[in-house]
């Protein structure tokens, strides 16, 4: 269906460019999303990096290349970095969008990270941001969508009116070789984080006597070279970083076994090699994800996915079809031993019938419609 008439400014994040050299979730969404927007009639201005190379109605930047360097410097040198470039993130881009003016279009912010702070968070000490999404209770223009029915769970009643359905994430289907003879070994596909579980991944394999190969960033660093330099500095900058410390300790001490691989990040050509010729993606989490991209990106090569029942897990795996959802390691183990019951067409039908980047714009464009009826004058 045509939209000639509706125009969309997208505000994209500052960190990466669209599509972005490697790792990059938002990113490769929209690389996905903007092109069948563009194909239902939809203008879309994007403000992004000037790296970036995907086509839009008009594209506008502050910054010519991404700032993803800088994502895990303190707060107060990275946080201006997303101020200045539109007030588009998480928390601040409905902040500065709350009280928008009569003669302002309205707003769809798409949240993608755990928005909500849950029970668990605060018996750890974290501050509750419940008060804060309650005062967007009254806002005449700003609306949301989460990427999963798993995120919305602790929205505060007050909130969720300003809620609309959920939009799952997207990918370019046809940039997947889809692969039906499969290799014996396995895939973790992650930044290496607690929450991802890679050290679990680890210790099933060595139990099962199966070979896994991890791909992945070690606290943003993407070359190996780089990785071990920095392993072998004690004094490295990089050992205050949670990520760096969890490769370091859990990880890098079973390199040398043979069996566990560390492949780097990967990306374009060589990350869907990767994919398609696994025997399944291992995804072993240890929090409630709130969606999962390499997760779809394997089932559309056709490659089954064993994950921990957590967050959007069940949402994407439908248990003995395109993979297993498993509540515990034990259960987890047990069905790595099966993933040969899998069909990799199942995997990858499964991908084209749920999160097709038309499927979703489709969608997108219902959201646009909805609110843009709300305020018609």
Known sequence: MASKSLRVAMLAPPWLPIPPNGYGGIENVLDALIPEL??????????????????ATKTHWLYEKGQYEHIQKPAYDSAIISVTHM????VLGPMALANLSDGFPPVLHTLH??????????KQGIPDNVAMWEQFENTKKLYFTCISKAMTTHAPP????????????????????????KEDYFITFARFHPDK?????????????????????????????????ELANPLSAYRSLLDFRYFSDQIFPYLDDGRIEHV?????????????????????????????????????????????????MPEIIKHGV??????????????MRRVDEIDPAACRASV?????ARNIATQYLQRYRTIVGKHKK
């Open 158 to 181: 007050s909130f969720r009116k300003r809620m609309l359905p959920v939009v799952y994430n997207t990918v370019n289907i046809c940039d997947f070789p889809f692969l039906e003879k």
């Open 113 to 122: 990270n755990p928005p909500f702070t849950t029970p668990a968070a605060t």
């Open 322 to 335: 395109n993979g297993f959802l498993a509540n515990n390691m034990r259960d987890f183990k047990r069905y």
């Open 87 to 90: 007030h588009h993130t998480v």
């Open 197 to 229: 579980g890679q050290a679990q991944a680890v210790h099933a394999c060595l139990e099962l006597d199966v070979p896994l190969k991890m791909a992945g960033a070690v606290a943003g660093i993407t070359k190996q070279r780089k990785v071990l330099m």
């Open 264 to 312: 780097g990040e990967l990306a374009g050509q060589a990350k869907c090699t990767f994919m398609a010729r696994a025997k399944a993606l291992l995804a072993p989490i240890q929090w409630d994800e709130p969606f999962g991209m390499a997760t779809v990106e394997a089932l559309a090569c056709g490659t089954p996915v064993v994950a921990i029942n957590r967050g959007a």
């Open 352 to 356: 084209e019938k749920v999160f097709s």
């Open 38 to 55: 563009l194909k239902l009639g939809v203008k879309v201005e994007l403000f992004t990096v000037g790296e970036s190379t995907v086509k």
